[in-house]
């Protein structure tokens, strides 16, 4: 599929990329390793541009969640060190060395199965350890004996076919509650120590993500690892207050007007006839719905801009499109509508939807093309899925 600006895309603007990293980084004291999460296709951005920008600015190493995702980078030529994030099962031992990627190591026996599997070839493999100090996900649990915990990580450090150059966890609520944080925090610091005194230390020990890295600098220690932030987004709308360091909404995501009619007062509105038009009304058919992404829960609720003035979703939003009232507006079919983005946070439409900024970037739909703003035309490439590359339009408004 042939994707354009003709019905519904994304603008990605890389200079606000560049803005939001560097502001990051500039918090980060001097040797201190910056990891930029671009995790599901960077949070719908499009991991390989991303990833190509970040490589580029001097990010010392990537995540993913999973093997396909580090894949995609390395056939696009990301040379930067990747971290996966989640679990890769131990036949693609083979994969995880021939890309030369970092695996996450969180329990024993996934750890002597890629041991074994990385001795057969011959090689060892990057690893970092991962500790649960607290998030009750993945990693060895970290209670209050933390020498127990040690030993069983030095056991693992200790296989002959890995390399454990690093060792992480991740906080559980860095947003919402600073007590628990520093509790896992500590837990975290403990177990560094046991290990210390068995003699096992890493180059690379990592814990803050987004949250963390805004409000928490004593967590810093070799490396951090913000995703959201670095896409222009505070983990907590709560936690955008004045005093944020001014990161930059790299999505904006744009649709256009498909008809405009004034429909009498008494006719309702979409699937359901749920709304019921009060008075006359010039109502504007818009090339989103659900299937871009728009979620179904805004009906009704959602306001978006055209020509900078807010206007009203109304009725249910379908799955292709959805109605807005533009009554006292000049609006014509093809006019340019923002749904999210620089005029509009995203974070007020995840408050109407009940859900976080985070799910609605990554469910923008892979039908909703990805325009780079700041890239030459041949690099408005947006890889979807796996090994299918879809050519962009090469930037300008198409005819409708
Ligand atoms: C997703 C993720 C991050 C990034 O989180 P943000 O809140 O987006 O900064 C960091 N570390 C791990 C382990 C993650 O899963």
Redesign the pocket.
């Given at each position: 599929m042939k994707q354009t600006r003709t019905r519904t895309w994304a603008e990605i603007d890389l200079s606000h990329l560049e803005h939001n990293y560097r502001t990051l980084r500039a918090m980060l004291p001097q040797g201190c390793r910056f990891l930029g999460?671009v995790?599901a296709d960077a949070y719908g951005h499009g991991a390989v541009p991303v990833a190509r920008k970040l490589e580029v600015l001097g990010a010392e190493y990537l995540?993913v969640a999973c093997l396909d995702e580090a894949a995609e980078l390395r056939q696009a030529g990301i040379q930067t060190p990747i971290l996966i994030?989640g679990y890769t099962p131990p036949e693609n031992v083979g994969l995880l060395l021939e890309y030369q990627l970092t695996q996450t190591v969180y329990d024993s026996t996934m750890a002597k199965a890629l041991s074994d599997r990385a001795v057969a070839a011959g090689q060892r493999l990057n690893i970092h350890i991962k500790a649960d100090t607290g998030m009750s996900r993945l990693g060895w649990l970290c209670g209050d004996r933390p020498a127990e915990t040690a030993e069983k990580i030095a056991a693992v450090c200790t296989l002959p076919g890995l390399e454990a150059e690093g060792i992480y966890t991740?906080f559980a609520n860095a947003d919402g509650d600073e007590a628990y944080t520093m509790t896992q925090f500590t837990r975290f610091l403990d177990l560094l120590d046991a290990l210390e005194k068995r003699g096992i230390s890493f180059a690379i020990r990592h814990c803050a993500?987004?949250?963390a890295v805004l409000q928490y600098p004593c967590t810093y220690l070799d490396m951090v690892?913000?995703?959201?932030?670095l896409y222009g987004h505070y983990?907590d709308p709560s936690c955008q207050g004045l005093d944020g360091p001014g990161l930059l909404p790299v999505m904006t995501l744009k649709t256009r007007v498909a008809s405009v009619k004034t429909v009498p007062a008494g006719t309702p509105v979409s699937y359901g006839c749920t709304h019921v038009l009060e008075r006359d009304t010039r109502l504007a058919a818009l090339t989103i719905g659900y299937a871009d992404g728009l979620p179904r829960l805004c009906s009704d609720r959602l306001q978006v801009l055209v020509h900078g003035r807010p206007v009203p979703i109304v009725g249910r939003i379908c799955m292709d499109m959805c109605m807005a009232d533009v009554t006292g507006l000049e609006v014509v079919p093809g006019d340019e509508v923002e749904v999210f983005g620089v005029h509009l946070p995203i974070e007020e439409m995840a408050s109407l939807a009940g859900t976080i900024q985070?799910e609605l970037l990554c469910a923008v739909s892979p039908r909703v093309h990805r325009a780079y703003l700041d890239e030459p035309s041949e690099d408005t490439t947006h890889t979807m899925g796996r090994g299918r590359q879809d050519r962009s339009g090469d930037g300008t408004p198409g005819a409708l």
């Amino acid at each position: 599929m042939k994707q354009t600006r003709t019905r519904t895309w994304a603008e990605i603007d890389l200079s606000h990329l560049e803005h939001n990293y560097r502001t990051l980084r500039a918090m980060l004291p001097q040797g201190c390793r910056f990891l930029g999460v671009v995790k599901a296709d960077a949070y719908g951005h499009g991991a390989v541009p991303v990833a190509r920008k970040l490589e580029v600015l001097g990010a010392e190493y990537l995540a993913v969640a999973c093997l396909d995702e580090a894949a995609e980078l390395r056939q696009a030529g990301i040379q930067t060190p990747i971290l996966i994030l989640g679990y890769t099962p131990p036949e693609n031992v083979g994969l995880l060395l021939e890309y030369q990627l970092t695996q996450t190591v969180y329990d024993s026996t996934m750890a002597k199965a890629l041991s074994d599997r990385a001795v057969a070839a011959g090689q060892r493999l990057n690893i970092h350890i991962k500790a649960d100090t607290g998030m009750s996900r993945l990693g060895w649990l970290c209670g209050d004996r933390p020498a127990e915990t040690a030993e069983k990580i030095a056991a693992v450090c200790t296989l002959p076919g890995l390399e454990a150059e690093g060792i992480y966890t991740h906080f559980a609520n860095a947003d919402g509650d600073e007590a628990y944080t520093m509790t896992q925090f500590t837990r975290f610091l403990d177990l560094l120590d046991a290990l210390e005194k068995r003699g096992i230390s890493f180059a690379i020990r990592h814990c803050a993500a987004s949250a963390a890295v805004l409000q928490y600098p004593c967590t810093y220690l070799d490396m951090v690892r913000p995703g959201v932030a670095l896409y222009g987004h505070y983990p907590d709308p709560s936690c955008q207050g004045l005093d944020g360091p001014g990161l930059l909404p790299v999505m904006t995501l744009k649709t256009r007007v498909a008809s405009v009619k004034t429909v009498p007062a008494g006719t309702p509105v979409s699937y359901g006839c749920t709304h019921v038009l009060e008075r006359d009304t010039r109502l504007a058919a818009l090339t989103i719905g659900y299937a871009d992404g728009l979620p179904r829960l805004c009906s009704d609720r959602l306001q978006v801009l055209v020509h900078g003035r807010p206007v009203p979703i109304v009725g249910r939003i379908c799955m292709d499109m959805c109605m807005a009232d533009v009554t006292g507006l000049e609006v014509v079919p093809g006019d340019e509508v923002e749904v999210f983005g620089v005029h509009l946070p995203i974070e007020e439409m995840a408050s109407l939807a009940g859900t976080i900024q985070y799910e609605l970037l990554c469910a923008v739909s892979p039908r909703v093309h990805r325009a780079y703003l700041d890239e030459p035309s041949e690099d408005t490439t947006h890889t979807m899925g796996r090994g299918r590359q879809d050519r962009s339009g090469d930037g300008t408004p198409g005819a409708l």
